[in-house]
């Protein structure tokens, strides 16, 4: 049990290896394991922001976050990055709708969460509080730089600010998001390593559960999810996702061209043949002919409906 202080008996290799050891939960399969530190980081206004509030109203309704498994939870967003209340509303307002009640958000002030002294007790006692009210299964911390003013650069500092959090929120996982470096090259000139990139000691990796890794990919818009540590799954692939112009909505590029493909092949001649229509869509999308036909065979692997067409490939 959590605070057992009875030292750990030690176990034949035989009898551990016979034990019934399940999986652990998880609130987002595979990246937020249920009761974990998830350590989310990437380069300033790229799009954390919205990859969260994406996953916080995904786990708050119980439905897939990117196509990734979810167990609804009541999901508590601490926002201390300092986006003014009338922004942030506004960008809110550019989520799909049904805007979840398990979905919880406070705005605050920048504080110390392992100092000493009245600012910092006091706001202990304000998230002991929410937790208590609120009892979330999810904890996002949006940004982890503001929630503490030791030197992040210093080794023991992670595991101060992780068992602090997991002191005031018990069994809830917790979602910290934090920035890359303002740069990321190497003595050479070269970027360095994915998991090296965010500012301050390697510990705010090594102390969490998983690493996240937001990062841009090419064109305007288009990001790339790398997960860049697990201690509880295997590392799953990299994950490309697409920001809209609107700053807020997020899908995965699958999904976008999916949608992309839909818009077109609504506007064809239904008479036309299939061969036709692919001909067609490859020239308004700008892709290749196998591309479209590739689309439309993984078309029954996402929500929206198929294009109907009784017709078959020529």
């Not at 551990?16 to 206004?45: E, H, R």
């Not at 969260?52 to 995904?58: E, F, L, P, V, Y």
């Not at 005031?168 to 917790?174: D, E, Q, T, V, Y």
């Amino acid at each position: 049990m959590p605070g057992d202080l009875r030292p750990p008996s030690p176990v034949p290799l035989p009898d551990f290896l016979a034990q019934q050891i399940t999986t652990p939960p998880y609130l987002v399969d595979p990246y937020v394991p249920a009761g974990g530190i998830v350590f989310l980081y990437g380069k300033p206004s790229l799009g954390k922001s919205p990859l969260t509030w994406k996953m916080a109203q995904c786990v708050a309704l119980g439905v897939p976050f990117l196509g990734c498994p979810t167990a609804q939870a009541t999901v508590l967003y601490i926002d201390v990055d300092g986006t003014p209340a009338a922004e942030l509303q506004k960008r809110l307002k550019l989520l799909p709708q049904p805007y979840p009640a398990d979905f919880q958000l406070v705005l605050m002030a920048p504080f110390n969460i392992v100092g000493r002294g009245a600012e910092s007790d006091l706001a202990r006692t304000r998230l002991a509080q929410m937790s208590q009210s609120v009892k979330p299964g999810l904890v996002i911390v949006n940004t982890l730089r503001k929630v503490h003013w030791a030197d992040d650069k210093e080794s023991d500092v992670p595991s101060r600010v992780y068992t602090a959090f997991h002191g005031l929120f018990p069994g809830a996982s917790i979602l910290f998001v934090h920035h890359d470096k303002k740069t990321v090259l190497g003595p050479s000139g070269a970027s360095t390593e994915a998991d090296e990139a965010f500012s301050g000691s390697q510990a705010w990796l090594n102390d969490a559960t998983v690493g996240l890794h937001l990062v841009r990919h090419g064109a305007e818009g288009l990001l790339r999810l790398d997960h860049t540590k697990t201690q509880v799954s295997e590392r799953k692939p990299p994950l490309m996702l697409v920001l809209a112009p609107d700053g807020t909505t997020l899908t995965t590029q699958e999904e976008h061209h999916f949608k992309r493909l839909e818009a077109a092949w609504a506007d064809l001649d239904p008479a036309w043949t299939k061969q036709a229509k692919v001909t067609a869509v490859r020239g308004q999308l700008g892709v290749s002919e196998s591309t479209v036909w590739r689309w439309l065979r993984k078309w029954d692997t996402v929500k929206s409906p198929k294009p109907h067409d009784s017709t078959t490939s020529t």
